[in-house]
């Protein structure tokens, strides 16, 4: 088992729609929780990360959080083509950053 | 500041060769991060460093692969010989240590294609 597993996608949402993105973690000594944006040819960025269980909300994003799932999830509220990228969901153990690998998101204008 | 700093941005080299691929991390951030990208592996951690020592190296596919940081503000990764399977994007990043949330700060990348 991946210790960070994503459905790699693509999954394609309308224009205005709501983008839901998920993750699953192995380690449950896991301690913080991001969520990192790809464009194609570009390095990642983050956009919001978590560490209690429970939601957190930036704009548009809304990040939630299970630890006892094992869960974390990313909404992407009244989508725009710029959304349109890989979003990685990664976890922080100890010292490291483990990453996903990542699912490819299609808004369709 | 200027974020990380990665170079080369391409490198193109023939199989055998050696190839050393470079990072300038954020001044003040003590963990420096090697990773590997590639469609079918996804983004794989290499190798990390803390206050310039390498702290696992256990990603590092094989002995052709070494890394290496001298002081603070330089690292390098180094692949000896290569082969057309390194072809790959590397990317260098760094952090700073203290905080449950901090992030990790990503370069560019070096697109390394071994032909």
């Known amino acids: 088992q991946k210790e960070v597993e994503q459905n790699s996608g693509p999954l394609s949402v309308p224009e205005g729609a709501i983008a839901s993105l998920n993750c699953t973690y192995s380690d449950r000594g896991s301690q913080s929780f991001f969520w990192y944006r790809q464009y194609s040819g570009k390095s990642p960025e983050l956009i919001m990360f978590i560490y209690s269980n429970g939601d957190k909300e930036d704009g548009r994003f809304t990040a939630q959080l299970n630890k006892a799932s094992q869960y974390v999830s990313l909404l992407i509220r009244d989508s725009q083509p710029s959304d349109s990228a890989t979003y990685l969901c990664a976890v922080k153990r100890d010292d490291k950053i483990i990453f996903g690998k990542g699912t490819r998101l299609h808004i369709l204008p | 500041d200027a974020g990380v700093i990665q170079s080369p941005r391409h490198e193109v080299t023939e199989m055998g060769q050696e190839v050393t691929l470079r990072c300038k991390p954020i001044s003040g951030h003590d963990y420096l991060f090697w990773y590997r990208q590639t469609m079918m592996r996804g983004l794989e951690l290499l190798i990390y460093?803390?206050?310039?020592?390498?702290?696992?190296d256990s990603g590092m596919p094989e002995d052709r692969f070494s890394a290496k940081m001298p002081n603070a503000s330089f690292s390098t990764l180094k692949i000896q010989p290569s082969e057309p399977r390194d072809s790959a994007v590397y990317f260098c990043a760094s952090r700073e240590t203290g905080r449950m949330n901090t992030e990790a700060f990503f370069g560019q990348g070096t697109r390394l294609t071994v032909v």
């Open positions: 460093f803390n206050n310039n020592v390498p702290i696992d």
